[in-house]
């Protein structure tokens, strides 16, 4: 079954890159018509930074020895395309996500709390005053691997934020476990090395 087609169209400056579009077929968009998705989406190139090891693509038939196809020389990020079909999927899978509101009737009296005079967020703020604890390398690698299991890149502010550690001794710790990224898709944000990866 056909499920997409493709459209590169030709800049009219040179210097701009191509555009590539996708556009999923109606056959493909039928099969679960209660789950909408976006049919047209926006391929973005990003060109590779210079240094960094190629990626090979390798294909196999029938057990035989696999056969060299090529290199990949350049990453495409796909995007939907910002249109009304888009908002009414986003729509969708918000009023699903958001469970309805429903009235409970209160059989017994409701507690009332008397005022304090220290709450939780200011013994919270107190704590930040007296500084970060210093943690050892192990637990901040722990924070690290923690982090980047929910995020594939992050800025030096936001792993600062979660570590609450320095930025001297983050950046020491990221050079051995990290790459820095010089991407314009992902300037500036740093991201785990091939051997820490594991999507």
């Known amino acids: 079954m056909e499920v997409a087609t493709i459209r590169i169209q030709k800049p009219a400056i040179c210097a701009e890159p191509f555009k590539v579009s996708l556009s999923l077929t109606p056959e493909l ?29 390798f294909s196999t038939l029938d057990n035989e020895e696999p056969s060299m196809e090529g290199w990949i020389t350049h990453k495409m990020q796909c995007l939907p395309v910002y249109n009304t079909q888009y908002l009414k999927m986003k729509e969708h899978y918000l009023r699903s996500a958001k469970p309805p509101r429903r009235v409970k009737p209160l059989n017994h009296i409701v507690k009332n709390y008397k005022p304090v005079s220290s709450h939780a967020h200011n013994k919270d703020d107190c704590k930040r005053k007296d500084g970060p604890k210093m943690l050892s390398k192990d637990n901040i690698m722990d924070l690290l691997f923690q982090a980047f299991e929910k995020h594939q890149y992050y800025t030096l ?9 320095s930025v001297f001794v983050l950046k020491a710790i990221l050079k051995d476990i990290g790459d820095y990224n010089k991407d314009p898709a992902h300037k500036k944000m740093w991201e785990l090395k091939e051997e820490y990866r594991h999507y």
Do not use: V, W
């Open 29 to 57: 968009m039928g099969l679960e018509p209660d789950s909408p998705i976006a049919s047209e989406h926006e391929l973005k190139l990003c060109k590779t930074a210079e240094g960094t090891n190629l990626t090979g693509i």
């Open 157 to 165: 502010k936001d792993l600062q934020f979660i570590t609450k550690q």
